[in-house]
């Protein structure tokens, strides 16, 4: 019987899709799975308001991991075990390089949402994450003030790759780049990472890190599939993912992810 004790899932990409809806077969059974004993929580680039929906209907009560790591919060008291932000004025340090950059950044701040405009990229993400974005009517005041937890930087693959290499110098002391889709490039506090939440939620559950399952498809995903006692990529995962990762999800036509976790956890969700 397996040992495993805490399965942690990424949801865009991993549990979610394009068409950002739930398998109501995989919800079914992380619920049984919960009410079985079984920690199961997520871990995402989104901000609360946009994930909530998602740990309510798996039932998930294990504390969530939020912004890739930069937020864990107990999603039943609402409690923050830590949270972390950017050093406080550096979203303007950088704003020459990207502002005239062909992207769409976001900034998140006290689990708000903010824009320097309201382009069709930024009003279709607000749709796709059921939130709002407000627009900053003075970047340079708004932006030298506050702590913001991250910065999102939407853009063509190929532009988000010249800007990764433009904003590497100016931030690499004080934050560190990611990308948590082919075409999102984040911004994210020194030292933070899914990996590093994920210690923080084990601990807090002590339960130890090679009794955790993380499941994951992209980039910033890594440090947590490396952290876990067993790392799972997702079949659509760029190569160094898969690479990194101890497993590898079927197909959804050979059963999906659930069909893995059914026979790694089948105390839990078979």
Same mark, same amino acid.
């Given at each position: 019987?397996?040992?495993?004790?805490?399965?942690?899932l990424d949801l865009d990409?991993?549990?979610? *899709?394009?068409?950002?809806?739930?398998? #109501?077969?995989?919800?079914?059974?992380?619920?049984?799975?919960?009410?079985?004993?079984?920690?199961?929580?997520? $871990?995402?680039?989104?901000m609360p308001a946009a994930?909530?929906?998602?740990?309510?209907?798996?039932?998930?009560?294990?504390?969530?991991?939020?912004?890739?790591?930069?937020?864990?919060?107990?999603?039943?008291?609402?409690? &923050?075990?830590?949270?972390?932000?950017?050093? %406080?004025?550096?979203?303007?340090?950088?704003? %020459?390089?990207? $502002?005239?950059?062909?992207?769409?950044? /976001?900034?998140?701040?006290?689990?708000?949402?903010?824009?320097? !405009?309201?382009?069709?990229?930024?009003?279709?993400?607000?749709?796709?994450? @059921?939130?709002?974005?407000?627009?900053?009517?003075?970047?340079?005041?708004?932006?030298?003030?506050?702590?913001?937890?991250?910065?999102? +930087?939407? @853009?063509? #693959?190929?532009?988000?790759?010249? /800007?990764?290499? !433009? /904003?590497? #110098?100016?931030?690499?002391?004080?934050?560190?780049?990611?990308l948590s889709r082919t075409?999102?490039?984040?911004?994210?506090?020194? @030292?933070?990472?899914?990996?590093?939440?994920?210690?923080?939620?084990?601990?807090?559950?002590?339960?130890?890190?090679?009794?955790?399952?993380?499941?994951?498809?992209?980039? &910033? *995903?890594?440090?947590?599939?490396?952290?876990?006692?067993?790392?799972?990529?997702?079949?659509?995962?760029? #190569? &160094?993912?898969?690479?990194?990762?101890?497993?590898?999800?079927?197909?959804? @036509?050979?059963?999906?992810?659930?069909?893995?976790?059914? !026979?790694?956890?089948?105390?839990? +969700? $078979?």
């Open positions: 019987m397996s040992s495993f004790e805490l399965v942690v990409g991993t549990i979610l *899709d394009r068409s950002l809806t739930l398998d #109501p077969a995989l919800v079914t059974a992380v619920r049984r799975a919960v009410e079985r004993g079984c920690a199961v929580t997520l $871990a995402t680039g989104r994930t909530r929906p998602y740990w309510e209907r798996l039932g998930v009560r294990a504390p969530v991991i939020l912004y890739n790591g930069a937020l864990v919060r107990d999603p039943g008291t609402g409690e &923050n075990l830590c949270m972390t932000g950017l050093p %406080p004025g550096l979203p303007w340090e950088i704003y %020459p390089i990207y $502002a005239n950059a062909p992207v769409h950044p /976001l900034f998140y701040r006290d689990d708000a949402l903010y824009c320097l !405009e309201l382009t069709h990229p930024v009003r279709t993400y607000c749709q796709e994450m @059921g939130v709002t974005a407000e627009t900053i009517a003075d970047p340079a005041s708004f932006l030298k003030a506050g702590s913001f937890i991250k910065c999102l +930087f939407m @853009g063509h #693959p190929a532009d988000l790759a010249t /800007l990764r290499a !433009e /904003l590497g #110098p100016a931030t690499d002391a004080a934050g560190r780049l990611v075409d999102y490039l984040e911004l994210l506090p020194r @030292g933070v990472s899914k990996g590093e939440a994920l210690r923080v939620v084990a601990d807090h559950l002590a339960i130890p890190l090679a009794r955790a399952i993380a499941v994951g498809d992209q980039e &910033n *995903d890594l440090e947590m599939i490396r952290a876990a006692g067993l790392g799972i990529a997702m079949p659509t995962s760029p #190569p &160094n993912v898969r690479a990194g990762a101890d497993r590898v999800a079927p197909s959804p @036509g050979a059963g999906g992810l659930l069909a893995l976790l059914t !026979e790694i956890c089948p105390q839990y +969700f $078979a």
